[in-house]
């Protein structure tokens, strides 16, 4: 079955520093990889997407890499800032036999930036 | 990037009546849509997909009478929940994809029933 585990579930930091959100599955083979910000009472918008043959994409503060052998994709978020206090969630997309993509989901981590 | 538009973003009814929520895709032809329901704190439920022109997929225990889905175009999904009761508050979240891109989402609607 496939399975998407995120750690920890939840993160308290302060402003400015840094932080990294893992995410452990088992999903394969699959198409690609999103890690997502979620704030309270949103849409998730997608941060960075990765296809399963790269290790690494930044997008400005945010860094996802990606390891194959260990199974495993973390979120880096450098600099924090208080707009980051969002849910953070990874998501793998695996191609249906109809053609689209179909997701599995982590539960997401919740992170909380203090001043 | 593709945009997706749903409406409204919230929506307070009376229990007993039908709601209905619209997903569109601005700038893209999504071929699937999917309909998720979120509660506080929880990950995203997928509850149907639906491509255009066909009867929705429902998952497990969701029941396809009580959330009805129209796939009627390439640009519009709508997600109508019938003879609402208190239970069925929630955030309904929708995403949309084409051929090529997977998984746009809408901001959401926040459902409440009283």
């Known amino acids: 079955k496939n399975q998407v585990e995120q750690s920890p579930q939840s993160l308290i930091i302060l402003e400015g520093k840094n932080c990294t959100l893992q995410c452990n599955y088992t999903v394969s083979p699959f198409s690609n990889l999103r890690w997502y910000k979620q704030d309270t009472g949103r849409g998730p918008v997608s941060l960075t997407i990765m296809t399963f043959s790269e290790n690494t994409k930044s997008n400005g503060r945010y860094t996802a890499t990606l390891d194959a052998d260990t199974k495993q994709s973390s979120l880096h978020i450098t600099a924090s800032q208080l707009s980051d206090s969002a849910s953070y969630i990874c998501?793998?997309?695996?191609?249906?036999?109809?053609?689209?993509?179909?997701?599995?989901f982590g539960r997401g981590t919740s992170l909380i930036v203090h001043p | 990037g593709a945009v997706v538009s749903q409406h409204p973003s919230w929506v307070i009814c009376k229990s007993g009546t039908s709601v209905k929520i619209e997903c569109r895709s601005l700038d893209f032809q999504a071929t699937t849509m999917f309909w998720y329901r979120q509660f506080p704190k929880q990950s995203l439920m997928l509850m149907a997909t639906s491509n255009e022109g066909s009867k929705a997929t429902y998952e497990q225990g969701v029941e396809k009478d009580k959330f009805l889905i129209n796939h009627a175009s390439l640009t519009l999904s709508t997600l109508t929940v019938t003879s609402a009761h208190p239970e069925d508050s929630s955030f309904y979240i929708c995403?949309?994809?084409?051929?090529?891109?997977?998984?746009?989402f809408g901001q959401g609607t926040r459902l409440t029933v009283v």
């Open positions: 995403s949309a994809e084409d051929s090529y891109t997977e998984a746009f």
């Open positions: 998501v793998f997309f695996q191609r249906g036999s109809g053609g689209s993509y179909i997701p599995t």
